[in-house]
């Protein structure tokens, strides 16, 4: 089984930036596609960003593009989520999620990830 801890969520001004981090463990973490997605308060969940188990391919929210990063340390079965240029609309819980199938380019349906974290909360004030 699969478990997903994600961390370094919080509250920061707008313009501001925060690093998300997501630890797995449970199983050979390479092999997977990892990404996160998001749910503000009242909306949708929406895809945020994925990366290949490579870390060769990643795949952002269009709306997200030039602002967030994802990126992957498969040393320390970690996947990040640097986000800059914060605004209160990135306002949501952030989850890490894990496809265990091999696709590329990383999906952007919420239902090819079978396993989902517990979230962290991110809060933009403006």
């Known amino acids: 089984q699969v478990q997903l801890v994600e961390s370094g969520g919080g509250s920061v001004q707008a313009g501001g930036s925060l690093r998300l981090s997501c630890v797995a463990s449970g199983r050979s973490f390479r092999m997977y596609t990892m990404g996160w997605f998001r749910q503000g308060s009242g909306k949708d969940r929406e895809f945020v960003a994925g990366i290949s188990w490579s870390g060769g391919s990643t795949r952002y929210a269009d709306s997200l593009k030039g602002r967030f990063i994802i990126s992957r340390d498969n040393s320390k079965n970690t996947v990040y989520l640097q986000m800059n240029s914060l605004n209160p609309e990135d306002t949501a819980v952030y989850y890490c999620?894990?496809?265990?199938?091999?696709?590329?380019?990383?999906?952007?349906?919420?239902?090819?990830?079978?396993?989902w974290g517990q979230g962290t909360q991110v809060t933009v004030s403006s």
């Open positions: 999620v894990l496809d265990e199938s091999v696709r590329i380019p990383p999906p952007t349906s919420a239902s090819a990830y079978e396993y």
